[in-house]
């Protein structure tokens, strides 16, 4: 390509947005009355214009039409990793309501000043942010770094002559790529009608399901095979229904429906309160509901009396008469009915993440985050959560691949980030290292965790050894080992991030004792 640099123009209100769903989007996906115009809204739905670093004039002014006082803002986009089918670009040749259809593998040798890239594009693909002033840089730098979290070094950055009128590029240098164009009219490139409701969905599930893989081993197992959408195991029986609902899986089973016609009606509204009255109007129609469920009317009354305080019991008693019916195998008892009342006794992700309950399984708080996700979106987790290290790119390549699929999309994003990590996983093990000792103790320490009751110190030895009162002599250096007793510190773990702390739980805290 002539131009090895291209820039989303936008104002720094919809970036906030691009931030805050967690991946660059095009107009459909903002709320009603909340996107600020700017190129996107002279393009066809669905397709995200990127423009050659001398061809920005003509963006820089869509993006203050609705009011000069919005700033501008370059998002400089790495296209090197992207590879596709079919792509619209406008190349130096063609006049300015004119695109050629290209269909190769990459952008090599295509001579564009615009490119109309299919939604969404996952944050990682982000190289940097161009604001027109230092003073401004400054500004936003420090907001979008209280709002979401750590940003690379440099990342935000200041160049006034990127936001200076230019000549028109047309009529430079042009190159022939020896193949066959098709062109078309603007007006004429099809829309892409995108709804971004499951998408969102699966962010806020994996945001919150990732925050409970601090409770341990089956959590981070849940969390893995959830990400990956591989349930195949009897552990993620419960979690089959949710996912079934986010990949569009057909209804296996009614209680996979029964779970899909929850989640339509979720979807549909913002307000809580909405949420409950349309679903216990839901369970009060016995003819939309699946025929193994239609005894949820006495759920209904139940919750009815919840929301209206009308419950006689304590809720720890409602809560223990629900998962003791469950445990019982009661038929008309599952985990779906636990995860249902949670959004009549919790109002947002973070009161749910700080509830207890001495009868919840490691399961239940696993399951209740994912449902709480799949209801929130990714805005609605807790800004503790969306600031953890790696965690938001890592989301939004997911959330990304998601909707490309899910759309059939002509292009593939190979830049893919790490994946968050698990503590139980790689830090909660046993070691000889002592760099990783000392962090094990530390944590212990900071988290207020008997050290006794969750590490035990062996000592090993290859060769022969002497043992006198109070002496033990080796002939070679021994090896000592921190073991853990993970059990123990799983269930000390639900107790001490849940029960006995108003704070959520620190993983960038963690991650700093084990890195440093």
């Known amino acids: 390509m002539t131009s090895n640099r291209w820039f989303i123009v936008t104002n720094t209100d919809n970036l906030k947005f691009f931030y805050d769903c967690g991946l660059i989007v095009d107009e459909q996906a903002f709320p009603k009355n909340s996107y600020m115009h700017d190129m996107q809204a002279e393009r066809p739905k669905g397709l995200v214009p990127c423009f050659s670093m001398d061809n920005l004039s003509d963006a820089l002014k869509a993006a203050k039409r609705d009011d000069e006082n919005l700033i501008t803002c370059l998002v400089e986009i790495e296209l090197k990793n992207i590879k596709f089918k079919q792509i619209y670009v406008q190349t130096r040749k063609q006049k300015s309501n004119v695109f050629e259809d290209v269909r190769e593998e990459d952008f090599t040798g295509i001579d564009a000043v615009e490119i109309l890239l299919p939604s969404p594009i996952p944050l990682n693909y982000i190289k940097s942010i161009f604001l027109s002033d230092a003073k401004t840089q400054k500004v936003i730098a420090q907001e979008f770094g209280s709002d979401f979290g750590g940003f690379p070094a440099k990342f935000f950055n200041n160049n006034p002559k990127l936001f200076k009128d230019q000549l028109s590029p047309k009529g430079e240098l042009e190159l022939d790529s020896g193949l066959p164009v098709e062109t078309v009219k603007l007006e004429d490139i099809p829309d892409r009608n995108l ?62 429906l029964l779970y899909s016609l929850i989640f339509d009606i979720i979807a549909a509204e913002d307000d809580l309160g909405t949420i409950q009255y349309d679903l216990l109007k839901f369970f009060d129609d016995k003819k939309r509901l699946p025929p193994d469920y239609s005894h949820m009317s006495g759920l209904a009354v139940r919750l009815r009396e919840l929301v209206e305080r009308t419950y006689k019991d304590s809720l720890d008693t409602y809560l223990s008469k629900l998962i003791e019916a469950y445990e019982s195998n009661v038929k008309w008892s599952s985990k779906i009915f636990l995860l249902i009342s949670m959004v009549f006794i919790r109002d947002h992700s973070e009161t749910l993440l700080k509830f207890y309950h001495e009868q919840f399984s490691e399961e239940d708080y696993f399951l209740l985050a994912v449902f709480f996700g799949l209801m929130n979106g990714t805005g609605g987790a807790p800004l503790l959560i969306r600031k953890v290290d790696g965690l938001r790119d890592w989301v939004s390549f997911k959330m990304a691949g998601l909707m490309h699929c899910s759309y059939s999309s002509p292009i593939v994003f190979d830049k893919r980030p790490s994946s968050p990590v698990l503590i139980h996983k790689k830090y909660f093990k046993k070691s000889s290292v002592p760099k990783m000792q000392d962090a094990l103790q530390k944590f212990c320490s900071r988290f207020e965790i008997s050290e006794k009751k969750v590490i035990a110190w062996a000592l090993t030895s290859k060769d022969e050894y002497n043992v006198k009162p109070g002496v033990i002599t080796f002939s070679s250096r021994p090896s000592v080992y921190a073991e853990i007793d993970n059990k123990h510190l799983e269930e000390l773990m639900l107790v001490k991030s849940i029960k006995e702390t108003d704070d959520l739980f620190d993983f960038n805290e963690v991650f700093s004792m084990f890195k440093g």
Do not use: I, M
Not at 217 to 231: D, I, K, M, T
Not at 232 to 237: Q, S, T
């Open 195 to 256: 709804s971004y409701t499951k998408t969102f969905s699966y962010g806020g599930a994996l945001s919150l399901g990732f925050y409970q893989t601090k409770n341990g081993r089956l959590s981070s197992e849940l969390f893995e095979a959830f990400a990956n959408n591989e349930l195949e195991k009897d552990e993620c029986c419960h979690l089959r229904p949710l996912v079934s609902w986010v990949y569009g899986h057909k209804n296996e089973s009614e209680l996979d």
